[in-house]
């Protein structure tokens, strides 16, 4: 929110996809180091637990990132915006060590521990210097099963994140993807607001997050992948000290299976903004449907990262009508959507939202062209690597496969699958997808010329 | 974790800044990566950061030119050529640069700065000398249709729109920003004041292009999967053929004044989530300090200011419960000035005036008692693993080398950081403290959701600038 120097006094050529609202941290987005093998051990602790490993000796760093099953979706009624309180409390005290010494003693050590929600996932990610490797963990391991929860840091945190909903209660961006999900979503976990309302984030208790900790932390949900300085003997006995104490089994709670409502539904929230913030979405199809990649590849050529695709072409680079205009897949574990967004002035918000509508219609009856085809595969081909060229990226990818359930053999495979794709794939699949009469429409601002 | 996300980021742009150590560095252990520099024969600087781990690399061409060097009455036009630069040149058609480097499997974006702009890829190792010639090409060959213009405009008005007029917090930061620098053209937005935006035409963006894009006005960085020789022979192949301009001269911007009287800023915008405080002083730079007092900033405003480790969140966060959250730090990489910044958001039932008598309190009691040796080192070793877990990052390295030599600073500076931060000690950071910490130095702003919310309202109301 305040101006940090560099990152507000840049502007960007191309704003960088505005995934923050639906984003789970498990998608992965798809990429395979082709030119040099990447090995990825299996290591499972002498107490049964499974982590991915790629030993990097080169930098004096590990990066760790695991996941359990629950994340937002598993917040009980009148609680919600549990799972997030929870991912701010993580380093507020654990064990014999209250906030301040745990925060003090995090900096001591250097090293780097975040949590995050997603609607499905509860994610951790932890970096550490190899020189402070084992302290380190330990403090990782309290937080896991120790965390102290002392009513004062939850007061503290709650007046944070009370806080934080004021702000984004008047930030259109926020407002319009909130919007979208309690649109599509209603009677659903996936329709709820992750980060809570006032009144859930006021009635959160010390015991509430305690048992969404006792419920969700749990073995057999938990996912792991360690890239960097560790071999797999060690880390086999760094499983055990970390997670070894956790329950063997989480207790969730059943989400049902669900769809976004059909039959096209747009909803306008009036604001006193001079852009429209517009979020668009329908039904698509699930992770492990066989076609996901057909889409995947769809998406890339209807709106997906870079210029090359024909939202961008038709709405910024032909009209002007947008800095930023994109499309992605977000498949839940219990529902699947494809989604989009866009801003533009209000007086030509409608303008941009027809030519979206024109262009999903468009791919849905004829398809791709050839070129636009071997273009999207030379590129998510060709890119794959680029998300394989950092510790902490590799260790990314690895989880999201494992929450995927894509198997470790995955990143040789992904890009034979992409390649494999036709023109005709593509077409059944956005006939499939795109249809505009179910399309569900939020808009933020003031918009000229759209009733609502 | 609300206020320590901000507090991060803050300490990651901290990190490219860059060091002015007096002697050359790397005479510590801080784990780093070895970086080659060359120079090509028409002045271009080169910079490679091998990193092997994978085939890819990052390919960055920083030009030594950002908005602050734009004339009078064209601001934005920096921001808007670096767009327009993904237009046609006469090799490739309109839109074909970007096209091309996905085609090819990568990725590309540019930015701009005050002092800055940088265009990159990220691609396979194979596609280097691709991706060299295509921004080779582009440095000289630029060409601009009226149409392309004047579609491109549109878009760094909704950009603007997204980024500013949507935003109150970032509408003060603007108006604050313009108290701060009296003179200097700091005080103008990079993305420029959307009345002179509108007019940005063909001929602004190629004067602009024609005056500071050179081979000798640029740097070239690449890392990743790449050796110095092989950087070498395709620079010389491509950017070594472009003949050096010689009318490139130093740069050479207005200087600010010695401010004579704090400045205040109050606005109301009913778009504000909540009251908000924000406090600016003009500080140097790295580049404009006295050896040592930049590293003693950066450290004194990570000490009382940034994360929950830190005085103000301490105090006025965790025991006083006066603030929602609070945070600071300190910009140094500036070529012509520095900041320091500290921004908060009171508790409700608590005035926008009580919380920043506390804060006034708290930087009175650092001038005077100065910091803790515990809580100095502890600082010392946040920043310093900051560096180090940069090695990670084939980006990150990339442009925390573009960042500090695009302003002059040199890669012993660079790679010196760490050591010099080891160097300051509490008596450093009590004497730039009680140096900086001027108020007559500083802007004071309130963002308020309502009139009411403002104590001794009236003057308030006018600070919002035109929209739109």
Redesign the interface.
Same mark, same amino acid.
């Given at each position: 929110?305040?101006?940090?120097?560099?990152?507000?006094?840049?502007?960007?050529?191309?704003?960088a996809l505005a995934l923050t609202a639906f984003a789970a941290a498990a998608f992965i987005s798809l990429a395979a180091?082709e030119?040099?093998a990447m090995k990825i051990q299996v290591v499972k602790s002498p107490g049964g637990i499974e982590a991915w490993l790629v030993e990097?000796r080169?930098?004096?760093?590990m990066?760790m990132r695991f996941a359990f099953e629950g994340g937002s979706a598993q917040d009980p009624t009148g609680k919600e915006g549990v799972a997030n309180f929870l991912?701010?409390m993580m380093?507020e005290g654990a064990g014999d060590l209250d906030?301040?010494r745990f925060?003090?003693l995090e900096?001591?050590l250097?090293f780097?521990m975040?949590f995050s929600d997603s609607r499905d996932t509860f994610s951790g990610s932890f970096?550490t210097?190899t020189s402070n490797r084992d302290e380190s963990l330990r403090l990782l391991k309290l937080a896991l099963t120790k965390p102290r929860f002392d009513q004062?840091a939850v007061e503290?945190?709650r007046?944070? *994140?009370?806080?934080?909903l004021?702000?984004?209660?008047?930030?259109?961006n926020r407002v319009a993807s909130k919007v979208w999900a309690a649109t599509a979503f209603p009677d659903h976990p996936y329709g709820r607001p992750s980060r809570g309302t006032l009144d859930s984030i006021a009635a959160i208790q010390p015991a509430d997050l305690e048992a969404y900790r006792k419920r969700i932390f749990a073995k057999d949900t938990l996912k792991i992948a360690v890239v960097g300085d560790i071999d797999a003997e060690t880390l086999g006995k760094v499983l055990d000290d970390v997670f070894g104490d956790l329950p063997a089994k989480a207790e969730l709670t059943k989400v049902p299976d669900t769809k976004p409502v059909t039959g096209g539904v747009q909803r306008v929230v009036q604001?006193?903004?001079?852009?429209s913030?517009a979020v668009f979405g329908t039904p698509s199809i699930a992770r492990d449907d066989p076609d996901f990649i057909v889409a995947f590849v769809m998406n890339q050529i209807l709106g997906g990262?870079?210029?090359?695709s024909r939202l961008m072409?038709e709405v910024?680079?032909?009209?002007?009508?947008?800095?930023?205009v994109y499309s992605y897949l977000q498949p839940y574990d219990h529902a699947a959507i494809f989604a989009g967004g866009v801003?533009?002035?209000n007086e030509k918000i409608g303008e941009s939202l027809k030519v979206i509508r024109s262009e999903l219609e468009r791919m849905a009856k004829d398809g791709p062209s050839d070129e636009e085809l071997a273009?999207a595969k030379?590129? *998510?081909?060709?890119?794959?690597? *680029?998300r394989?060229?950092?510790?902490?990226?590799i260790a990314q990818q690895l989880l999201g496969i494992q929450l995927d359930k894509l198997g470790i053999d995955y990143p040789d495979k992904r890009n034979e699958l992409i390649r494999a794709v036709t023109v005709e794939d593509v077409k059944r699949i956005a006939e499939r997808i795109l249809n505009v009469d179910d399309l569900i429409v939020t808009i933020v601002g003031q918009p000229v010329g759209i009733p609502g | 974790m609300l206020v320590r996300s901000t507090a991060l980021l803050a300490m990651v742009m901290m990190m490219l800044t860059t060091a002015q150590a007096p002697q050359a560095a790397a005479a510590d252990d801080t784990p780093r990566r070895d970086v080659a520099q060359f120079k090509l024969d028409n002045g271009m600087q080169v910079v490679v950061v091998p990193d092997t781990r994978a085939p890819v690399i990052t390919h960055m061409v920083w030009y030594r030119v950002g908005a602050a060097d734009e004339p009078r009455g064209v601001s934005g036009i920096a921001h808007f050529l670096e767009h327009l630069m993904f237009k046609s040149t006469e090799k490739l058609a309109s839109g074909e640069f970007s096209k091309t480097v996905s085609r090819l499997g990568g990725q590309d974006n540019a930015f701009t700065s005050q002092d800055a702009t940088a265009y990159f890829q990220r691609i396979s190792r194979e596609q280097l000398g691709t991706v060299m010639r295509m921004e080779a090409d582009r440095m000289v060959n630029l060409r601009l249709t009226e149409e392309d213009v004047k579609t491109e405009r549109d878009v760094i008005l909704e950009e603007r729109r997204s980024r500013v007029e949507n935003n109150p917090a970032a509408i003060l930061g603007e108006q604050m920003e313009a108290a701060l620098y009296m003179s200097h053209t700091y005080g103008i937005p990079v993305i420029g004041w959307m009345h002179e935006m509108k007019e940005l035409d063909r001929e602004d963006a190629l004067s602009f292009y024609k005056k500071h894009y050179a081979p000798n006005n640029a740097i070239l960085i690449v890392a990743g999967d790449v050796t110095p020789d092989e950087v070498r022979k395709l620079a010389e192949g491509t950017y070594g053929k472009i003949a050096a301009n010689d009318n490139i001269k130093p740069r050479n911007r207005a200087s600010e004044p010695k401010a004579r009287a704090p400045r205040r800023i109050k606005m109301v915008d009913a778009r504000a989530g909540k009251p908000t405080l924000r406090r600016s002083y003009l500080a140097p730079s790295y580049q404009t300090d006295e050896p040592g007092d930049a590293e003693a900033l950066d450290l004194l405003m990570k000490v009382v200011a940034s994360g929950p480790t830190s005085t103000m969140y301490r105090e006025l966060v965790v025991e006083k419960k006066l603030a929602a959250s609070v945070s600071g730090y300190y910009a140094g990489h500036g070529l012509d000035s520095g900041k320091i910044a500290i921004g908060a958001v009171p508790a409700d039932g608590v005035s926008l005036e009580k919380l920043e008598a506390e804060i006034d309190r708290i930087l009175a009691d650092v001038k005077q008692n100065g910091v803790s040796e515990a809580a100095l080192e502890r600082a010392k070793k946040v920043y310093i693993a900051e560096y180090i877990y940069e090695i990670d990052n084939q980006s990150s390295l990339a442009r925390r080398y573009g960042w500090g030599l695009v302003v002059g600073a040199t890669i012993d500076e660079i790679d010196g950081w760490p050591d010099a931060l080891r160097k300051v000690t509490t008596a450093d950071v009590k004497r730039v403290a009680n140096e900086y910490l001027d108020i007559n130095q500083s802007v004071t702003g309130y963002l308020k959701p309502s009139e009411s919310d403002v104590a001794g309202a009236g003057a308030a109301a006018k600070a919002k600038p035109e929209q739109g």
């Open positions: 929110m305040f101006a940090r120097s560099m990152s507000v006094s840049t502007c960007l050529h191309r704003a180091p030119a040099r990097e080169s930098v004096p760093l990066a991912t701010v380093d906030a301040a925060q003090e900096e001591e250097s780097r975040r970096q210097l004062d503290r945190m007046k944070q *994140l009370l806080s934080g004021a702000f984004a209660a008047k930030d259109p604001m006193p903004v001079p852009q913030v990262g870079g210029f090359a072409e910024r680079e032909k009209r002007g009508l947008a800095y930023s801003a533009t002035q273009n030379s590129y *998510l081909i060709g890119s794959y690597a *680029l394989f060229d950092s510790n902490a990226k | -």
